[in-house]
């Protein structure tokens, strides 16, 4: 559904809390046993999002807080993982920022972020209804760079902590009939690159999830069911446990599965080449 934007276009960044609790910032790795941090997980009422809660609730040692716009479905998953949740459409005026309060006033900080949500459209861009291409842009654009302003001061106030980007690999080399979403995922991709620049010097890292096509119901909710037969489609805990790893072993960038990366490399490479191959294989 489309969702009608009013008011102000974003809220103001909630201020850093200070001074923040005792037990100072959470290991970027978490490789102790005990307490890790905090993590707030977007998109968490299914697909990757849900995955991901359930990797951080095995491993232990993470307290939860779960946000997505299925309230029931996201009840059930933070009711399982021992997790909070928030339910909320961060397209909403606000919302960003009304969840960021949510998570510190829960818990005073947030050590890890994992934006998970996203949507896609399927089909010709010129027969795309205005509505969708806005929505699309909206909830894997902007809600996504709203929510990590919000959260990035607090994590620069604390000293360190860790932003995880889920991405596509139609965001790094382009995918025919899903030019609205190939270009949200790209900007992602971008905004991942230039904020791990900025926040070098701070102790916080971006990490850049770049899955292939995955097993969830983002299919069924754009509409159009996947018909290629390569690359074939991953369960969502395949890009969980990927996600896991970048965080323990301070990745800036991983593809799911790991042989995505080569189309990638060869688009960089060789331009004019990957063209003509996916003009022909697409």
């Known amino acids: 559904m489309s969702h009608a934007m009013s008011g102000p276009r974003s809220a103001p960044a909630v201020p850093p809390s200070t001074p923040l609790p005792a037990?100072?910032?959470?290991?970027?790795?978490?490789g102790a046993s005990g307490y890790r941090g905090t993590a707030l997980v977007t998109g968490a009422?299914?697909?990757i999002g849900a995955a991901v809660v359930g990797r951080l609730a095995a491993e232990g040692g993470w307290r939860l807080v779960l946000s997505g716009r299925d309230e029931a479905r996201l009840a059930r998953i933070a009711g399982q993982a021992s997790g909070t949740a928030f339910a909320a459409d961060l397209t909403r005026p606000g919302a960003e920022a009304r969840l960021t309060r949510f998570a510190l006033d829960r818990w005073g900080r947030v050590d890890l972020l994992v934006a998970g949500a996203g949507i896609g459209w399927a089909g010709a861009f010129g027969s795309m209804p205005a509505a969708d291409l806005?929505?699309?842009i909206d909830v894997?654009?902007?809600?996504t760079l709203r929510l990590v302003r919000q959260v990035v001061p607090h994590m620069v106030a604390a000293g360190g902590g860790r932003v995880v980007l889920i991405g596509s690999l139609a965001g790094v080399v382009a995918v025919r009939d899903e030019a609205v979403y190939s270009a949200a995922k790209a900007a992602l991709a971008a905004f991942a690159d230039a904020l791990r620049y900025e926040l070098a010097p701070t102790g916080v890292r971006v990490t850049h999830v770049v899955p292939g096509v995955v097993d969830t119901p983002f299919f069924d909710r754009r509409g159009t069911p996947y018909r290629r037969a390569?690359?074939?489609p991953v369960p969502p805990e395949r890009v969980a446990d990927a996600v896991w790893r970048a965080v323990t072993r301070d990745r800036d960038e991983v593809f799911v599965p790991g042989w995505l990366s080569l189309p990638?490399?060869?688009r960089g490479a060789a331009p004019g080449l990957y063209r003509r191959l996916a003009a022909r294989f697409g």
């Open 23 to 30: 037990h100072g910032p959470a290991p970027a790795g978490g």
């Open 45 to 47: 009422s299914s697909g």
């Open 134 to 136: 806005d929505e699309v």
């Open 140 to 143: 894997d654009v902007r809600a």
């Open 230 to 232: 390569r690359p074939r």
């Open 264 to 266: 990638a490399r060869v």
